[in-house]
């Protein structure tokens, strides 16, 4: 039988890649998302792949909605951690509104993700989990104090879950992408775009499906091994 895979933030950007890479290697996938049920419904038309509406950053909603995929789908065998948010400004003028809901959803969310699949997978002794951090946990960022610290605990996320989990046969690892062209790059100001671009060595965003394929190996028998590490993919933009 094919493994269930969840995406959350799985019907656009990097999350829409890693879905249809997962699909396209066999997995049976869900798609979540947020709020945009036009972009969901074209995805899905597409792809054939289910979507879910519900909110990462309530626990509730997660545990339901997560309930619901295991009784359409089977258990879940791969989560990818992938929904996400920034609300970026110069620190001096970030609000707690803009501190709480990148928390919320970036890394509250993660575990909101995890927490209700983690009983499951233990059980069964075999579970991948894949947390989308980011290039900007690792080396911080200007007017991201907020978004570079959820990045920042997703990498402590991964290696604590790595630690409690290998004996169950569960392993847990990020990918950190550097910049890649999706919507949410596309929302920084064209200048200031343009100045990061020119700060990647490679020359170029990154495409989303480059991110996917890190996703798709980590997910694999192949990465059994593969506990608490992070893949870099930022065109050589940043390294460890
Ligand atoms: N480094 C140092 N100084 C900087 C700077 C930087 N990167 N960016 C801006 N500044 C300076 C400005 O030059 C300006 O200086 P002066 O006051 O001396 O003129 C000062 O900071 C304030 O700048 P602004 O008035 O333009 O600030 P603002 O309130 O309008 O905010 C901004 C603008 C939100 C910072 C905007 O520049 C921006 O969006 N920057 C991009 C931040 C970024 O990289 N976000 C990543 C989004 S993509 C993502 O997050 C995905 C991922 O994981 C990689
Ligand atoms: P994106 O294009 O903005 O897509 C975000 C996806 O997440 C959408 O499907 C969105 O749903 C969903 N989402 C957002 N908030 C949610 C919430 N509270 N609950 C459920 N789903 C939610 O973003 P992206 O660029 O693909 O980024 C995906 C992940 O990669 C994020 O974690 C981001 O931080 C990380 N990342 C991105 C980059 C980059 O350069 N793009 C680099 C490093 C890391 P709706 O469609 O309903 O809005």
């Not at 950053?57 to 339901?64: E, N, Q, T």
């Not at 609300?87 to 809901?101: I, L, N, S």
């Not at 990045?151 to 004996?167: C, F, N, P, T, Y």
Request: aromatic share 8%; charged share 20%.
């Amino acid at each position: 039988m094919a493994r269930v895979a969840l995406v959350t933030g799985g019907s656009r950007g990097i999350g829409e890649a890693i879905s249809k890479k997962l699909k396209s290697e066999g997995y049976e996938v869900a798609a979540t998302y947020a709020g945009n049920d036009e972009a969901a419904s074209k995805f899905t038309e597409a792809t054939g792949i289910k979507t879910y509406k519900w909110n990462v950053a309530d626990y509730d909603s997660s545990k339901a909605g997560i309930e619901q995929v295991e009784a359409d789908l089977g258990p879940i065998d791969i989560v990818v951690a992938n929904a996400g948010i920034t609300r970026d400004a110069p620190f001096h003028k970030m609000t707690p509104e803009m501190w709480h809901q990148v928390i919320d959803t970036n890394l509250t969310g993660v575990f909101n993700t995890v927490h209700p699949i983690w009983p499951g997978m233990r059980e069964r002794k075999f579970g991948r989990i894949i947390v989308i951090s980011s290039i900007n946990g690792q080396k911080g960022q200007f007017a991201q104090v907020n978004y570079a610290a959820t990045k920042a605990g997703d990498l402590g996320i991964v290696k604590s879950l790595a630690q409690e989990g290998a004996r169950a046969g569960i392993t847990a690892n990020a990918v950190c992408p550097g910049y890649i062209a999706t919507e949410m790059v596309m929302a920084v100001p064209e200048k200031v775009r343009e100045s990061i671009i020119s700060q990647i060595p490679a020359g170029r965003l990154g495409e989303p499906e480059e991110i996917a394929r890190c996703v798709a190996f980590l997910a694999s028998d192949d990465a059994g091994f593969i506990n608490g590490s992070t893949i870099s993919a930022n065109g050589a933009q940043f390294f460890v």
